[in-house]
């Protein structure tokens, strides 16, 4: 069985923006605020941060909100995500995942946040404003 987590959720709207493969961090997003992630592979580059900052026009799924793991996870922990993800998808919720060295992020559809909490307060876990 999968441990239970203390989460916090976020107070800030998030985007999710697919970028041209070598197009870099846009200036725009820089001001994030609790969150902001960067990843490049050989085929794209995926952005997340503040929904507020991302400009009209600019290709993005926006509207997501991000519920953190509280603490410290070492890195040998094992079935974090799963025990976070298996009672999301058993209640139709999609998210998207990050992961840092300190934690890991879960970002669900903001229209879908309530049913998000009370999936992971079923399983178990705690969530603070």
Request: charged share 15%; hydrophobic share 50%.
């Amino acid at each position: 069985m999968a441990s239970v987590q203390r989460l916090t959720l976020l107070p800030q709207s998030f985007a999710i923006v697919p970028l041209a493969a070598g197009s870099g961090l846009p200036w725009w997003s820089a001001a994030s605020r609790g969150l902001l992630a960067w990843t490049r592979t050989d085929s794209e580059d995926s952005l997340v941060c503040e929904e507020r900052l991302v400009p009209d026009g600019v290709r993005a799924e926006r509207g997501y909100r991000a519920l953190q793991v509280a603490g410290s996870l070492p890195m040998h922990a094992t079935g974090i995500l799963a025990g976070l993800a298996a009672p999301l998808a058993a209640a139709g919720v999609p998210i998207f995942v990050l992961s840092t060295f300190e934690t890991d992020y879960v970002l669900v559809p903001a229209g879908r946040l309530e049913a998000a909490v009370r999936a992971l307060r079923t399983a178990g876990h705690a969530i603070e404003p």
